[in-house]
Nanobody, 123 residues
């Protein structure tokens, strides 16, 4: 049973920082991508950042230079460090995991297989 549990959301003033965490369990693939996505009321679902099994990262233009995705494989945990937060970053943030079959397999528009319940970020 695959489970992703996000934490670390909250309310912060513009210019502040938050770090989101996502604990993954039950995912049996040896190679997989993970990513962070967000959705604000009235807006489309948006890919924020992904990290491939080899560690390569991709960011949405809107967060480049402000957000950093990383993961601790030993802890099965994905992180999103968010700095210089803006009101337009307000959304519910979701983490997701997807089996990978090679470099470049996953991208921000991929249909990830497994999703968490989300954590709210309000700026």
């Amino acid at each position: 049973h695959v489970q992703l549990v996000e934490s670390g959301g909250g309310s912060v003033q513009a210019g502040g920082s938050l770090r989101l965490s996502c604990l993954l369990s039950g995912f049996t693939y040896d190679m997989y991508c993970m990513g962070w996505f967000r959705q604000a009321p009235g807006k489309e679902h948006e890919g924020v950042a992904i990290i491939e099994s080899v560690g390569a990262t991709t960011y949405a233009d809107s967060v480049k230079g402000r957000f950093t995705i990383s993961r601790d494989i030993a802890k099965n945990t994905l992180y999103l460090q968010m700095n210089s937060l803006k009101p337009e970053d307000t959304a519910k943030y979701y983490c997701a995991a997807e089996p990978s079959y090679g470099m470049g397999w996953c991208h921000l528009g991929s249909q990830f297989a497994s999703w968490g319940q989300g954590t709210q970020v309000t700026v």
